[in-house]
């Protein structure tokens, strides 16, 4: 999808300034490379926007159309996407940017959105820059297309239909949500590249003269949940040609959530305004429902046909594949083709219907023909025409009673008594014999089995179109559909014989075999002739029929299968991940706008299989085992997305009607949804889960709740125990399979959740499968944990080395090394303290540590601190004259005091700048890392205190290296001098 780069997209802002008092709209911003042609272009187009509703927005709008106006900053077609602002004041933030970049968000303007290029709202005043969006962001945003679920199945296709149809879509709504915005979304990316560069679109408008291809129009009371109603409800127009086929990839797409699928074809031929004829909605979008054909099917022109000659077919007998076709162009045949004749229905049976004048213009033309014929034949010695005329000429068997749908007609029984009439009055080549002799034998044939079959398809069709009848009896619905499903087979096997019958009689081939040849050997025989001579046979079908219905009879067929597959593995008794592929499967051969039970069974099936799935997810299988077993910790979010849809689809259904399955899942879930609550009702009564686990639900798939439900036991034994109940007086029923003991066990194992060898231990006991199982997470927990921390102990060992190895590098250069010294220490001291008393762990030995805790005691072992000297200074107006003082200097903790010789104090140079003096020492006191230091200066002879000050420790980050600085303290500072030798006294273990 996404190319490489940057793309480039000039601003505009336009309304009412919210700081003017005119309360018209004005331009109000655009950046410095869009063009004035442009924005008044824009600005049009915001005024045809409209005003907004007296409430005002309650969600953003985004427009979109082509700009006809160009600049000189982006090269070729430009395209402006708009976003109005929320409230009654509406603020239009307006993006242009080229055609090519456009491309790189599939021409949907809610694609760019999802960038936030509107994100920061616009303030007045405030320039506009050119945004730049590297193409790199664009690789993780959704698609409207990774949102695509069932029920878009319906809505979208049927939106497809109409706008590409009538050339534009105005869709009723009162005020945009975020699920219009899905659905408008879809719809767009669903749309072919060709159209979608011309799109003028409005996600919300008010006004009616922007020339919208697709929007969304005020409309008071209506919402987007509407507008599958309101597409039934409407006219559309249907297709033919390339966007027939696209609107079936589209569904197909939807319907198997396969996408990259339908991007795989260029859609060019696709036009907007490509109409046929105008019909109802519901009927386009479900065109193998009804009993009319397919209005999406291309109409069929005479074509030359491929015929073997007369005299080739003679008395021949098997598959045509070895004669030598000739080409003709075929003829206007004298007697009309008598397509389907009505005959005398019961009302319960098909309903009333009333014959197609075609139909009936054809069947009264063979009639009089027929009458005609045998009139002239007899002479008219019967003094009149009627049926039993034609029954003791034409056939001896013939009823003007169609079959019901359980006496499939005997196309066998029918060509054989034809075939043997042709033998017995010499018409052995029917084709050379004339029309009137041909036009007998298939007359019969048409009247007797072509016009009685596709009656009986017709009655198929009805059936099948019925769906799913008793939801309150599904067994005997399912042998119902099982019975329906087997008349369909016969159905499409007679079909096969019947066309084979009509080449074998119209080309006086006479095969004495067909009427007797099982299903089998028929099918075989239609499949060889479809290969060599494939429009010989399409010509059968035209001749009687059976063309218009096979198609829809297949397709009514595999709805009928799905129907009985699917009530049959609605009452499997348990669950499998072959039956859950099954039930999916038998789901998808049903039509999304079948009969309103057959729909809710689909659709309950889809949901049911999401369900199962999400169910199975590791996310939700480990929520029993969680430490917080809380009322908002179960189920998992994948389930919670799933149980709106399940609990709607039980609304589908009348009283009594749903599947035990579902309603037992619904029920099972509103009982399962607080823990805490069920734990507590437990708690009080004992016997409280037993209803739960007699749930069809649980029964059916226990796996999937059985831990859920241990845990409330292991919950409400819990509450009991802390409230000091004796474990031995508590009911079994409080603990998993009665184990009070494991139970007992498992709780005390829970006191050292750290300890991976405890966890092991229990594990591996032969308790209850839930403890068993729990205590192998909470093993898999400690290990990870203590490998983890073992890690981390590794980086600090490693970390404590390479600082160890810098530490000593500053000593030996005789650098103040007091900062490295802090970071070490407080790294040492962190380890040791975090994995003091760690268990064993393999890698994490007991030699490791105890090297970090002798390296810590180098750490902290006393060390001479040799301070050589020290240079006193006071401020000017401290003494009037050269003074003698005593240092005396203090070490905390001990309190040892050290007090220095006699140090003579004198002007300090320049003069008037203090008072400064400098002393030898020769202290060299033990001190540590947690040492601090006071300091004194007294008047050697009044003991009057001059100066005080002190240092901090080293672990409190002062030290010996800040003595080496002047120290300031109320009027001077102090100075020591370090023997230069102690700054590389440092040697610890760890780096040998």
Request: net charge neutral; glycine share 8%.
């Amino acid at each position: 999808m996404w190319g490489r780069g940057m793309i480039f997209v000039e601003q505009l802002v336009y309304g009412i300034d919210p700081a003017g008092e005119s309360s018209s709209r004005a331009l109000l911003g655009l950046s410095p490379g869009l063009g004035k042609e442009v924005a008044f272009e824009i600005q049009r187009f915001c005024d045809g926007w409209g005003q907004a509703p007296a409430l005002g927005l309650q969600r953003p709008a985004l427009l979109s159309f082509p700009l006809v106006s160009t600049m000189p900053s982006q090269r070729g077609r430009l395209f402006a996407v708009i976003q109005v602002g929320l409230g009654s004041r509406s603020t239009f933030q307006a993006a242009v940017l080229s055609d090519a970049d456009y491309a790189e968000f599939e021409y949907n303007p809610f694609t760019l959105l999802e960038v936030g290029i509107f994100s920061q709202e616009w303030q007045p005043g405030s320039p506009l820059p050119l945004r730049q969006i590297s193409v790199d962001k664009l690789a993780g945003i959704p698609t409207a297309k990774d949102t695509v679920t069932v029920d878009d199945v319906g809505v979208v296709d049927e939106a497809l239909l109409k706008l590409l149809g009538e050339g534009s879509l105005k869709l009723p709504i009162e005020q945009a949500v975020g699920q219009s915005d899905r659905i408008l979304s879809l719809i767009i990316s669903l749309l072919p590249d060709s159209i979608r560069k011309n799109l003028r679109f409005a996600s919300f408008t008010t006004g009616d003269s922007n020339n919208y291809t697709l929007a969304a129009r005020e409309s008071e009371g209506s919402s987007c949940a509407g507008w599958k109603r309101w597409f039934m409800a409407q006219t559309s127009v249907a297709h033919d040609g390339a966007n027939a086929a696209y609107i079936r990839a589209v569904r197909d797409a939807l319907k198997s959530g396969d996408m990259g699928e339908l991007e795989k074809n260029a859609w060019d031929d696709v036009v907007l305004g490509g109409a046929a004829e105008s019909v109802a909605v519901r009927d386009v979008i479900a065109p193998d429902r009804g009993m009319r054909d397919d209005p999406y099917r291309p109409a069929i022109k005479p074509k030359p046909t491929t015929q073997v000659h007369p005299a080739a077919r003679r008395n021949a007998i098997g598959p045509l594949q070895d004669r030598e076709p000739v080409e003709r162009t075929p003829r206007v045949r004298k007697l009309a083709r008598p397509r389907l004749v009505r005959q005398q229905l019961r009302i319960s049976e098909v309903g009333k219907r009333r014959l197609p004048v075609p139909i009936a213009m054809t069947v009264v033309f063979v009639a009089a023909a027929m009458a005609g014929y045998l009139w002239l034949s007899h002479g008219g010695q019967d003094g009149g025409f009627g049926w039993a005329v034609l029954k003791s000429k034409v056939t001896s068997e013939y009823s003007p009673r169609a079959a019901t749908l359980l006496e499939v007609v005997n196309v066998g029984k029918i060509y054989n008594r034809q075939v043997k009439k042709v033998a017995r009055s010499g018409l052995g080549g029917l084709v050379d014999s004339g029309p009137r002799d041909r036009n007998e034998v298939l007359t019969v044939l048409q009247v007797e089995a072509a016009a009685p079959l596709l009656e009986q398809v017709d009655l198929f069709l009805k059936l099948a179109d019925d769906g799913i009848q008793q939801g309150n009896r599904p067994d005997r619905e399912t042998r119902r559909l099982e019975s329906l499903s087997g008349q369909g087979d016969m159905l499409l096997q007679e079909i096969d014989r019947l066309e084979l019958a009509w080449l074998s009689l119209s080309t006086g081939l006479n095969w004495q075999d067909l009427g007797n040849m099982s299903d089998q050997e028929v099918r075989a025989r239609r499949d060889s002739l479809l290969t060599c001579s494939a429009q010989v046979m399409a010509e059968a079908g035209r001749e009687l029929g059976t063309s218009r219905v096979r198609g829809r009879l297949g397709s009514a067929k595999r709805q009928v299968d799905g129907m009985q597959t699917l009530l049959t593995r609605f009452q499997q008794e348990q669950w499998s991940q072959r039956w859950e592929d099954q039930l999916y499967k038998a789901a998808e051969q049903i039509s999304p706008s079948a009969a309103g039970m057959t729909r809710a069974y689909r659709n309950a099936a889809f949901v049911i299989v999401r369900l199962k799935k999400a169910e199975r997810l590791t996310a939700h299988r480990d929520l029993p085992y969680a430490v917080d077993f809380e009322n908002t910790s179960w189920p998992c979010t994948e389930v919670q997305d799933v149980l709106p849809s399940l609990r709607k689809q039980m609304r589908k259904f009348a009283v009594g009607e749903a599947p035990l399955l579902l309603s037992g899942i619904s029920s099972l879930y509103t009982h399962l949804g607080k823990p805490d609550d069920l734990a507590e009702e437990m708690r009080i009564y004992p016997t409280a889960l037993e209803k739960l686990e007699s749930n069809p639900a649980f029964i059916f798939d226990p796996g999937a709740y059985t831990d859920y439900l241990d845990r409330i036991r292991f919950e409400a034994a819990g509450s009991l125990l802390d409230l000091g109940a004796d474990p031995d007086i508590i009911p079994d029923a409080y603990f998993i399979g009665g184990d009070r003991k494991a139970d007992l066990a498992f709780r005390e194992a829970q006191r050292r959740p750290e300890d991976p060898r405890s966890w092991a231990a229990q594990a591996a006991g032969d308790g209850p499968a839930f403890y068993v199982s729990w205590s192998k997470k909470q093993a898999g927990l400690a290990r990870d944990a203590v490998l983890v921390r073992q890690r981390v102990l590794d980086q600090d060992y490693r970390d404590c080395v390479g600082l160890s190895e810098t530490l000593r590098r500053h000593a030996a250069a005789g650098e103040d090394w007091t900062e490295t010294w802090l970071v070490l220490w407080k790294q040492a001291t962190d380890s040791s303290l975090g994995f003091a008393g760690e268990v064993d762990a393999g890698r994490l030995t007991a030699d490791r540590q105890a090297r970090l805790q002798t390296f810590l005691g180098e750490l902290e072992q006393e060390r001479s601190l040799p301070l050589t000297a020290v240079t006193i200074r006071f401020a000017q107006a401290i003494l009037s004259e050269p003074t003698e003082v005593l240092l005396k200097f203090r070490i905390e903790p001990g309190g040892r005091i050290l007090v220095s010789p006699p140090i003579l104090i004198g002007p300090a140079s320049p003069a008037g700048t203090g008072w400064v003096g400098t002393g030898n020492l020769g202290w060299n006191p033990p001190v540590g890392p947690r040492s601090s230091f006071k300091a004194e200066v007294l008047d050697a002879v009044t003991g009057e205190s001059l100066l005080k000050v002190d240092w901090d420790s080293l672990v409190e980050g002062m030290g010996p290296g800040l003595m080496t600085r002047p120290r300031e303290g109320d009027s001077g500072s102090v100075k020591f001098r370090l023997d230069p030798a102690w700054w590389g006294g440092l040697s610890f273990s760890i780096l040998e």
